[in-house]
């Protein structure tokens, strides 16, 4: 059974207390740093006031990279797939040979 933490977790000046499994704070901390990075950025790149907004672009930010990678890990597993067909059908001449 996993130990749980109670931790307190800042995001854009508000902060968040959650209780989570202790193999889940590394990751969190550094989403929530990321996070407010990511915020500052914004920020600085447009004239946005509203948090609702930024928070509404860092979130369409992240979920892009992560439509991204799947995309991405698809394209590479057809790639693989095609070159392995390739490398059997080869092998199968090989052998029949």
Known sequence: MSEKLKIKLSIANRVYPLTIDASQEEGLRKAAKNID??????????????KQDVLAMCALQ???????KSIDKESVSEHVEEKLNALNS????????
């Open 90 to 97: 080869l092998l199968q001449s090989h052998i029949v040979s």
């Open 62 to 68: 992240f979920a892009s990279q992560v439509e991204q």
């Open 37 to 50: 990075e990511m915020i500052k950025q914004f920020e600085q790149s447009y004239s946005v006031r509203d």
